[in-house]
C-alpha cells in the first residue's frame, strides 16, 4: 500500500519559515506530478505548488517568490519551502503525488492526510 506521510508544519510569525516535507511511502516506480494544495476555512482547495517530472515547478500568484517546491526523487520525497509568510498562508496544506506504483504496475493519484501551518500577526 502507499501512502504519504507529511510533517513539517506548525505555528508560526508573520514573516517566518516553514518547510514541508511529504515522503511517498511504498513501492513506486516513478514519481509524476508532485504538487502541494491547501485550504483555508471556509475556503476552496487551491493549488499552492506543483512540480512535473521534468522538474517543471509552477505557482500561485500568492506565493510567488516567497515559497518554492522541490523535489528528491530518489528519497520519493517533496519539499515546500516557505519564506515570509504571511496570516493569509494559514490554511491546512496538502501534499499531491502522482505515480506510477509497483507490483501491479498502475498509475495513482494520491493525496496527503493534511498538515497545519498556522501564521499569526
Known amino acids: 500500500q502507499v501512502q504519504l506521510v507529511e510533517s513539517g508544519g506548525g505555528l508560526v510569525q508573520a514573516g517566518g519559515s516553514l518547510r514541508l516535507s511529504c515522503i511517498v511511502r511504498g513501492r513506486i516506480y516513478s514519481l509524476k506530478r508532485m504538487a502541494w494544495h491547501r485550504q483555508a476555512p471556509w475556503n476552496q482547495r487551491e493549488l499552492v505548488a506543483s512540480s512535473t517530472s521534468e522538474g517543471i515547478t509552477d505557482y500561485s500568484d500568492s506565493v510567488k517568490g516567497r515559497f518554492t517546491i522541490s523535489r528528491d526523487n530518489a528519497n520519493s520525497t517533496v519539499y515546500l519551502q516557505m519564506n515570509t509568510l504571511k496570516p493569509d498562508d494559514t490554511a491546512v496544506y496538502y501534499c499531491?503525488?502522482?505515480?506510477?506504483?509497483?507490483?501491479?504496475?498502475?498509475?495513482?493519484?494520491?493525496w496527503g492526510q493534511g498538515i497545519l501551518v498556522a501564521v499569526t500577526s
Open positions: 499531491f503525488v502522482a505515480a506510477i506504483v509497483a507490483d501491479p504496475y498502475k498509475y495513482v493519484e494520491l
